[in-house]
Nanobody, 124 residues
Framework: QVQLVESGGGLVQAGGSLRLSCAAS????????MGWFRQAPGKARDFVAA????????HYADSVKGRFTISRDNAKNTVYLQMDSLKPEDTAVYYC?????????????????WGQGTQVTVSS
């Protein structure tokens, strides 16, 4: 079992920045691929970014490429999502997720463990 807790969400103006954190506990954090997803009201949960267990490989959705950066600190059992140049369309609840294996999957069903989410609101 892996327990995930997100933090760092909030209200920010368009063009601003936020950094989300996801703290993990339970089984060995460094053995998991970690992902960030987001869900806007009335919409499906969408992939944002993923990072390999060692942190060397990353994968991003086209909509955030060049603006968001995923990273992890295995010593602190934490994964981060640095979000810059935020747009109103980035408004959503952001979730972190964990999966075994090496695939940097963009599919929600490939991830076994999920956090409770943190709200990000970007005003225009």
């Amino acid at each position: 079992q892996v327990q995930l807790v997100e933090s760092g969400g909030g209200l920010v103006q368009a063009g601003g920045s936020l950094r989300l954190s996801c703290a993990a506990s339970g089984r060995t954090f460094s053995g998991y691929v970690m992902g960030w997803f987001r869900q806007a009201p009335g919409k499906a949960r969408d992939f944002v970014a993923a990072i390999s267990s060692g942190g060397t490989n990353t994968h991003y959705a086209d909509s955030v490429k060049g603006r968001f950066t995923i990273s992890r600190d295995n010593a602190k059992n934490t994964v981060y999502l640095q979000m810059d140049s935020l747009k109103p369309e980035d408004t959503a609840v952001y979730y972190c997720a964990a999966r075994s294996g090496t695939l940097l999957s963009s599919r929600t069903y490939d991830y076994a463990y999920w956090g409770q989410g943190t709200q990000v609101t970007v005003s225009s």
